[in-house]
């Protein structure tokens, strides 16, 4: 028997017996495949970490089984994850050699389903995945709102609880407009042009990105807008020279989190004499993510991203707003942990 479908007889089996519903499902991963899978999954690992993140808010932690072995910039990791999953330290880990996810440790996991990163159909690890453990994957590329939002979905499908992850998306809106309710109406002249910065510093966010669509619902205009190239205004991630962004002339520049840079160094760096003369170096206007977990735009703190970026575009149209306070409420109603005291609620 297919190992895929061996495990899903087995899990439905269990299941069965428990009296709990199982079915096979086919969900639309982020690059457009058709996926089947069991209905709760039970034996799920995460590869990425903003997927996770989404999980957690919608599923049961105990089918999560393993997890990828990447503490990213462990040192800012807040540690929401084993406030709401017990078992988060305990967890299996898979290594990555470069590019490659080891698929000896992933077999050890025994999963019945795998979420990961690619950008597209012919990753290699989908294919090593699929076609040598038989496990099916589902691929997450978020390149928008809405796709934040599709993931909610997905996570609904895959841990079997539609009617909670109806309730995220209810939560994920209702944050949104703590800023869309101010930005929407904010005229197109009053709409600084804002340069994304990536940590390639010239590097920056097109206008068919997700980027773009946070900058857009904060007030601001993608200052990419107004490129002559049309190839590289609308790639995911362009790559500027400087003189194309002297050009350019943003308003803001926004720094995604460097750990190599502040905005301090862009502005009065010897490094950065070549930017004097743009408006947002000129007139004090550059800004950074201050922590990449807590306003990751790519998750379900898509909304606190928002109300970070706009808080900074338009300090007078926010000034009201308790952003401390904002932050604790949002995560008791999505995680049901205070924060920053990580506190269950």
Same mark, same amino acid.
């Given at each position: 028997m297919h190992k895929r479908s061996a495990i899903t007889a087995f899990v439905c089996f269990v299941l069965a017996v428990s009296a709990v519903s199982c079915e096979e499902v086919t969900v639309r991963d982020d690059l457009g495949r058709d996926v089947t899978i069991s209905s709760p &999954?039970?034996?799920? $690992?995460?590869? @990425?970490?903003n997927a996770l993140k989404t999980y957690y808010a919608v599923g049961d932690p105990k089918n999560i089984v393993a997890l990828k072995d990447d503490r990213w910039m462990r040192k800012l990791l807040d540690d929401i994850f084993p406030v709401i999953d017990p078992d988060?330290?305990?967890?299996?880990?898979?290594?990555?050699? =470069?590019?490659?996810?080891?698929?000896?440790?992933l077999a050890r996991a025994?999963?019945?389903?795998v979420v990961l990163w690619a950008t597209t159909t012919e990753d290699v690890n989908i294919q090593a995945i699929?076609?040598?453990?038989? $496990?099916? +994957?589902?691929?997450?590329? %978020?390149?928008?709102?809405e796709d934040v939002l599709h993931q909610?979905?997905? @996570?609904?499908?895959? &841990?079997?609880?539609?009617?909670?992850?109806?309730?995220?998306?209810?939560?994920?809106?209702?944050?949104?407009?703590i800023t869309t309710g101010v930005t929407s109406s904010i005229p197109e002249s009053e709409r600084p042009k804002v340069y994304w910065m990536w940590t390639d510093v010239?590097?920056?966010?097109? +206008?068919? &990105?997700?980027?773009?669509?946070?900058i857009e619902l904060?007030? =601001?205009?993608? %200052? @990419?807008k107004f490129a002559e190239n049309d190839t590289a205004m609308a790639m995911e991630h362009p790559v500027l020279n400087l003189e194309t962004l002297i050009k350019l002339n943003p308003d803001v520049i926004y720094m995604w989190y460097n750990e190599n840079l502040d905005p301090e160094d862009i502005m009065t760096g010897e490094?950065?004499?070549?930017?004097?003369?743009?408006?947002? %170096?000129?007139?004090?206007?550059?800004?950074?993510?201050r922590n990449p977990y807590l306003f990751d735009a790519f998750s379900p703190r898509m909304p606190l991203a928002l109300l970070h970026i706009a808080m900074d575009l338009h300090p007078d149209r926010f000034k009201d707003v308790d952003m401390n306070k904002t932050i604790d409420d949002f995560h008791v109603e999505m995680w049901g942990v205070h924060y920053p005291s990580m506190e269950r609620a």
């Open positions: &999954s039970e034996r799920i $690992v995460f590869m @990425m970490e988060f330290e305990k967890k299996l880990t898979i290594s990555v050699a =470069g590019d490659r996810v080891d698929l000896e440790s025994n999963p019945d389903l699929e076609e040598t453990l038989g $496990v099916p +994957v589902f691929a997450i590329f %978020v390149r928008s709102v909610v979905d997905t @996570m609904g499908a895959i &841990s079997g609880r539609t009617e909670r992850a109806a309730e995220v998306k209810r939560i994920i809106h209702d944050y949104m407009n010239l590097g920056t966010a097109g +206008v068919k &990105s997700g980027i773009n669509d946070i904060a007030g =601001g205009v993608n %200052v @990419m490094d950065f004499k070549g930017w004097k003369d743009i408006n947002a %170096v000129k007139n004090g206007r550059v800004y950074e993510i």
